[in-house]
């Protein structure tokens, strides 16, 4: 099997990362930073959405799995101290695959047939540096409603948990292929109206937004922000590719909402 190792950089992940190397290449695993089955990511969450961009071209080839040394590893399975069961495990047990759906986000251009496309494991955020942004929001080639405020938040079940929650949308089981638009800070009086509430929108739904208002606008995939002008359209949908975890061991979704959120550990 064919492994590739990122890191997040700290000393403690570097020093995780080699001995972690080290050890696979023992057992004859191969190191190969082009076509890994496995990227083991070791860091925090952070780290493993730059293991996930760096290598979204190869999802139907590679799985994923975290070592959890950063602040909050939501997808981390594994603590530093388990290292050398977790390297048994990869060099002498099959993992079972388990999927999660992603967001794919495309967007258009006013002038040409320029088209983005990007796929997000946590979500896509949409702000402006101009004011208030103002959509009018299409579900399924049907007009909506018309959105007015600080900016909006599309995301992915997995990533329902993360700047989602903040915002005060739901939690969403990973099993379930859909995606989440959660509101910022929408206006809402006498003459402006929003829904008010995340709309949760299942695989087959796709979501349109139109600006009204011509703005530049920063659109924020993950982690990775990108500056956009005339824009046409940003199309959200639930994307066919889905991102591959090696599993060696149970950790329920739920568990691990708990364990990040409420769990005591004093």
């Given amino acids: 099997m064919k492994f590739k190792i990122i890191s997040k950089g700290d000393e403690r992940s570097n020093i995780i990362k080699a001995r972690m190397k080290q050890h696979l290449i023992d057992f004859d695993l191969v190191y190969d930073k082009e076509e890994p089955d496995l990227v083991i ?60 759906p992603l967001l794919e986000v495309i967007i258009r251009s006013k002038t040409g047939n320029k088209m983005d496309c990007y796929l997000a494991l946590n979500e896509a955020t949409i702000k402006t540096p101009e004011s208030s942004v103002v959509f009018d929001v299409e ?7 018309t959105f007015r405020g600080d ?28 995606i989440q638009l959660t509101e910022m800070a929408s206006i809402n ?21 139109k600006p009204i208002v011509d703005r530049s606008f920063f659109i924020t995939i993950d982690h990775n922000t990108h500056n956009y002008t005339n824009v046409k359209s940003i199309q959200c949908r639930v994307a066919k590719e889905k991102i591959r975890f090696a599993r060696f061991r149970p950790f329920p979704f739920w568990n691990r909402v708990r364990d990040s959120f409420i769990a005591d550990n004093n």
């Fill in 41 to 100: 990511s070791v860091g925090g969450d952070g780290t493993f959405l730059e293991a996930f961009h760096r290598y979204q071209h190869r999802l139907s080839n590679t799985a994923f799995i975290g070592i959890h040394t950063g602040h909050l590893g939501f997808y981390a399975d594994y603590l530093p101290e388990e290292l050398e069961k977790l390297v048994i495990e990869i060099a002498k047990t099959p993992y079972h695959i388990v999927e999660y």
């Fill in 139 to 145: 579900i399924r080639g049907e007009r909506f409603e």
């Fill in 189 to 209: 009086n006498r003459v402006f109206r929003t829904i008010g509430s995340p709309l949760i929108l299942p695989k087959h739904h796709t979501c349109l937004l």
């Fill in 151 to 178: 900016g909006l938040c599309i995301s992915t079940p997995s990533g329902s948990t993360a700047y989602n929650k903040a915002l005060g949308g739901g939690i969403i089981h990973p099993s379930l292929e859909a």
